[in-house]
């Protein structure tokens, strides 16, 4: 039994939003399908357990689910009992058959059936909106649909019940406690199988299990922190390999580097914005006094203490103060000391973002345009605070290390370095062999200018038409979406797809006409005039966390030969002298090109020497033995792939580098 199918009980935080008609309107034929299979399932439970209780039974991303109580618990040890009772269902080809009830009506049918979360779910459909019955067969239920005609529509075998869950009722722990039946249906079993094996898969490729099992990274919530990961040795492989990527790629696009402290004063991040509005994901502040600030606030501490004593003196003596000094007046004193002394020193901040600092990079020396554009870029470590139950591996995390950089250009620039970004994304999908990915656009809405998006009509207007253009012209693959941009500007989000079909969030492209202002920044132009810079953020690799959390999943762990932690191993037949002679030269020779090669010169069988390096994923083996000596060559072995044949020493060395060089997929 895999862990899928064990009992889990999570609890539903947040409660599903109830549809409106109109997106009912959208709903996909799979959803529909799915939809109506929930109501499939509440049939075949209530014919199974007779005293159960319904809640609500929504389509899901991978599914459907419905909410129950009743006394019996569900274990998976049900579910072929409840799949069974459901085909007899879609084989009774029972009809959905809709009917319009006055609130009354439906209010008197559950009060009669006991059915209490479907008399409190009544109240959630607004007056007006139709109450409307879907019956199949004996079945009623509460449903503004919309589902398929028929339950024969649900073919038999694309259905499968997939895990139990608790839930409270609407998501709330003060109410009572559900149980959860998650299940999925596809248009036939065909369908249902691919799906289960692709599960199967993502579950192989999970990034925590190859990251545990290959010594990638490790987690120490004790001594650490919960989310804030430790790279080892062959994890920093990839860590390393894929900054050096970035660093070339960039040093020739004409980025330049820069280097960033991970914290700031209070003063940055009221400046950009993220306090207050963005407090929740920073970690709180530390409170820093320096030397003379803390000398000065021992000064005050102690005019503070005497004060005190004088006030205390005062409220006992009998005869008038004759300095005129009056205990109100000391007391006020007192008062104005205490918050001269919290004014003292500064608050300073772990970093959730690099903007602020490469911003205040910018204006550290006067820029003219001749200076532009100026990029920017930085491997900068980041703090966010995440819920520990929003912790996934190194998927997310409160640690992260963002491939980053800002570009500060004219208006007139701005169009040919969004399409160079644009082409350095590509660049990237095509090493990583992703030929699925998608670009979302995320626009303003002009009715929320001032609120939600900065109040800059003409340059929201003009940007968005340069980044669409910038689009069309490249060719790429996109989608637009309104009302979702930054604060500050257009945004685009770019989707991955894994091998396994699994879609990824990674990296983003933002464009800021906001920020740089706030900080003041300017350009002298042509005209001699002081100008503000529009800035780029990009982060095409995303974090170094969640880009490898998802190269893991993409290869497996099978990483090519450039990005292999170990990418080399010698191995002899045996252990004669000479063999192990021939195998350090190898080796020496790999090394020395700075190829992470190890040797395996043991008196083990070479069977298991062979099966330890599949085990460890090394991507290239080269296998000696007297003959190979001998002759001068090696036999190549793939990991994965078996023997590739023999090569002359010389040549193999040299297919090696080569592929290392060029990075080949
Ligand atoms: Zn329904
Ligand atoms: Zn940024």
Redesign the pocket.
């Known amino acids: 039994m895999n862990d899928e199918q064990q009992p889990q009980f999570e609890s539903a935080k947040s409660e599903v939003q109830r549809k409106t008609l109109d997106q009912r309107e959208q709903m996909t034929e799979l959803m529909r399908l799915r939809?109506?299979c929930?109501?499939i399932l509440a049939t075949a439970v209530l014919r199974l357990w007779p005293d159960a209780l319904l809640d609500i039974?929504p389509p899901t991303e991978e599914g459907f689910y419905y909410d129950f109580e009743l006394k019996h618990r569900f274990t998976p040890d049900d579910f072929p009992k409840i799949e069974e009772e459901m085909r007899k269902i879609t084989k009774e080809n029972q009809v959905?058959e809709k009917s319009i009830q006055t609130r009354a009506e439906a209010l008197a049918y559950f009060e009669s059936k006991g059915q209490t979360f479907k008399v409190q779910r009544m109240g959630d459909i607004p007056e007006g909106e139709p109450i409307s019955f879907?019956k199949n067969g004996e079945f009623v239920?509460l449903?503004?649909?919309?589902?398929v005609m028929r339950t024969g529509n649900v073919k038999p075998g694309g259905i499968k019940i997939l895990k139990v869950a608790s839930a409270y009722f609407r998501g709330n722990e003060k109410n009572p406690q559900l149980q959860r039946l998650y299940g999925t249906a596809f248009k036939n079993k065909e369908e249902l199988d691919n799906w289960l094996l692709m599960q199967e898969e993502a579950r192989k490729r999970d990034h925590r299990k190859i990251g545990t099992e290959m010594g990638l990274f490790a987690m120490d919530p004790e001594y650490v922190g919960p989310g804030l990961p430790l790279w080892l040795p062959k994890g920093t492989v990839l860590v390393e390999e894929l900054e050096r990527l970035a660093k070339e790629t960039e040093f020739q696009a004409g980025y330049v580097r820069v280097k960033t402290p991970h914290l700031a004063k209070e003063k940055m991040y009221k400046t950009s914005g993220h306090l207050p509005y963005y407090a929740e994901s920073m970690f709180p502040p530390m409170e820093m006094l320096e030397e003379d600030e803390r000398k000065k606030r021992d000064a005050l501490m102690e005019r503070r203490a005497d004060l005190i004593q004088l006030a205390e003196g005062m409220g006992k003596a009998i005869a008038p103060n004759p300095s005129g000094y009056t205990e109100e007046q000391v007391r006020h004193d007192i008062q104005k000391l205490e918050t001269e002394i919290t004014l003292l020193g500064g608050r300073y901040y772990l970093k959730a973002m690099n903007c602020p600092h490469h911003h205040r990079i910018f204006a550290a020396e006067p820029r003219s345009y001749r200076d532009l554009p100026l990029r920017l870029a930085e491997y900068g470590t980041c703090y966010r605070y995440e819920q520990s139950g929003e912790l996934f591996g190194v998927m997310r995390v409160r640690s992260m290390n963002m491939n980053d950089a800002h570009i500060y250009c004219t208006a007139e620039q701005f169009a040919e370095e969004f399409r160079a970004v644009n082409e350095m994304y590509l660049k990237y999908f095509k090493i990583f062999g992703l030929d699925r990915y998608q670009m979302r656009f995320s626009t303003h809405d002009p009715a929320r200018l001032g609120q939600k998006f900065v109040n800059e009509p003409e340059l929201w207007k003009k940007t968005e038409d340069m980044v669409r253009q910038v689009l069309i012209e490249s060719g790429i693959n996109y989608v637009e979406v309104a009302n979702e941009a930054a604060f500050y500007g257009p945004k685009i989000d770019v989707q991955v797809w894994s091998a396994i079909g699994r879609e990824f969030t990674i990296a983003t492209n933002q464009v800021d006409f906001a920020v740089p202002a706030r900080f003041g920044l300017t350009y002298r132009d042509r005209d001699n005039t002081e100008k503000t810079p529009l800035c780029i953020h990009r982060a095409p690799l995303g974090t170094h966390e969640r880009f490898i959390g998802f190269l893991i999943e993409h290869y497996a762990g099978n990483f090519p030969l450039w990005l292999a932690p170990e990418q080399v191993r010698v191995l002899t037949l045996n252990d004669e002298a000479p063999l192990v002679e021939y195998a350090k030269s190898i080796t020496a020779e790999l090394r020395a090109q700075f190829v992470r090669v190890e040797g395996d010169w043991s008196a083990n069988p070479v069977k298991a020497k062979i099966a330890d390096a599949e085990t460890s994923k090394v991507h290239t083996m080269l296998v000696v033995g007297q003959r190979d000596l001998e002759a001068g060559v090696v036999s190549v072995r793939l990991h994965g792939k078996g023997n590739v044949g023999a090569k002359p020493r010389g040549e193999a060395i040299a297919d090696l580098l080569a592929s290392i060089r060029e990075r080949r997929a």
């Open positions: 939809h109506s929930a109501h039974g959905f879907f239920d449903c503004a649909g919309p589902h």
